[in-house]
């Protein structure tokens, strides 16, 4: 293993309220295994990542919908507390972008890497990043971004059905509007109403052609890195999504490390090009008509499925970022490709096969770090009957209301019942900002 400079910090960040990421998690196992303190500033109601024995602290960020300026001051707190400045790594999009913005204002107080301010929000933008690609010459599906639901149902007709419909800044979603950042559309009426939804999304709806599967061929691509202050990559390597959730348009619940030569070329160009610096995490589509591998996501911090690239020296892209900034030398690559990652929660089948020589890792289970694996399963059913009876709830008629007994005191709309109440943050958490009632915000292109 490199030899990290065990003084300095690494604060986590996720904004993002969705208790299962197990991104989270491994960047938390990576970063505490090579002996370095982790503090991690995420809401981890009803989240196993909370029990591992990596975690230096936790701390709550503020809410989701806070702007940029609130979240660097709260990391500004932080940083005050710590004895060294410490590396800074987003684990969302929201996170990334909220950084970017404040760059010069963190940057002297955590360690970050040299990207231009603007250009998380610019690849993480999916319709910004369609005028990269553009631009860049880059492989990219053919993207519309229609003005009413009369164009939506028009431009899904121009596309072919099914059509991949996205949403340009995903961040942006609120919890609990039942929108999700991709989604297949199979008729111009799906598209029209779809739009129609859009009013709160923060952003505008796109829709792109969809590229179907060839016989034998996987489909979904991806490749993670991080570029390094001299612009090279590091830490990753190009994979295979092998078995998604939602099946199609979802997060990587199976993936394999494949080579994968094109991805890589087209990673650097986009690194060389853009002057991009840090953490990337970049989604393909093979298109077997054309043998061509379209971009369809950039995004500027590590995939959910980043441990993935654990090479034979135990280098990922969170402990590249680390080394880096700490002007510590970077290992040469021990790439071990035909290395398995598996989601138990997503693809418990997967999970219970053996596993052959030691190349499969879970996003949970772990020897070394047993409690969050173990805490997953009674959780994760919590969290699925729940979500079960409120899809049950929303199904069946409205129950009528009856008036309140003689004497009884009625709750108008905004007033706390029992049990209504704000919590205080559990021990071992420092608060930076007020806790809500936290959502699962699953999106496709977060992981």
């Known amino acids: 293993m490199p030899q990290f400079d065990t003084r300095v910090p690494a604060v986590l960040l996720r904004i993002d309220r969705n208790p299962f990421h197990h991104g989270t998690l491994g960047a938390v196992r990576s970063l505490g295994r090579a002996g ?36 660097a001051r709260a990391l500004g707190r932080l940083a005050g507390r710590l004895a060294h400045p410490a590396v800074l790594i987003p684990l969302d999009d929201a996170s990334a972008v909220a950084i970017g913005r404040r760059h010069h204002a963190l940057a002297g107080r955590f360690l970050l890497p040299g990207v231009p301010s603007v250009l ?3 690849v993480a933008d999916k319709e910004r990043l369609a005028g990269v690609c553009a ?51 199979r008729t111009p009426a799906e598209a029209a109403a779809l ?23 996987h489909l979904d691509w991806f490749f993670h890195g991080y570029a390094a202050r001299d612009g090279r990559i590091h830490g990753g390597g190009a994979g295979r999504k092998e078995r998604s959730w939602p099946r199609g348009t979802g ?28 953490i990337l995490d970049l989604d393909f589509r093979y298109d077997p008509g054309t043998g061509t591998y379209h971009l369809l996501d950039f995004n500027p911090r590590p995939g959910a499925q980043f441990r993935l690239f654990a090479d034979a020296g135990g280098l990922d ?20 490709p035909g290395r398995v990652f598996v989601v138990e929660n997503y693809a418990p089948l997967a999970a219970l096969r053996p596993a052959r020589g030691g190349r ?9 770090d047993p409690l969050p694996g173990l805490a997953l399963g009674r959780l994760f059913t919590r969290h699925a009957v729940s979500r079960l009876a409120a899809r049950l709830r929303r199904a069946l008629p409205p129950r009528p209301r009856r008036a309140p007994a003689a004497g009884a005191t009625a709750l108008v709309p905004g007033q706390a019942g029992p049990g209504d109440l704000e919590s205080a943050p559990r021990a071992g958490q420092e608060d930076l900002g007020p806790a809500k009632n936290p959502t699962d915000r699953k999106k496709a292109s977060s992981c």
């Open 360 to 368: 499969r890792e879970g996003a949970w289970l772990a020897a070394d």
């Open 36 to 71: 370095i303190d982790v503090h991690l500033v995420a809401d981890l109601t009803g989240s196993p990542v909370g029990r591992s024995r990596h975690l230096r602290a936790v701390h709550v960020p503020p809410p989701p919908d806070a702007p940029e300026e609130r979240i």
């Open 317 to 336: 892209v969170v402990r590249a970022q680390h080394l880096d900034l700490t002007h510590r030398p970077l290992p040469a690559p021990r790439p071990r």
């Open 251 to 278: 997060l990587t619940a199976l993936g394999r490390w494949t080579p994968g030569p094109e991805l890589a070329e087209a990673a650097g160009a986009l690194v060389a090009a853009l002057g991009y610096r840090g």
């Open 195 to 217: 739009f129609t939804r859009g009013a709160r999304a923060g952003g505008r709806l796109l829709l792109q052609r969809y590229l179907p599967p060839g016989s034998g061929q």
């Open 120 to 122: 998380p929000e610019e």
């Open 135 to 185: 631009r860049l010459g880059i492989p990219h599906p053919l993207t519309l971004v229609p003005a009413d639901a009369r164009q939506a149902a028009a431009a899904a007709r121009r596309l072919g059905l099914p059509v991949v419909a996205k949403w340009s800044r995903p961040w942006l979603l609120p919890a609990g509007a039942g929108l999700r950042s991709t989604c297949l559309l």
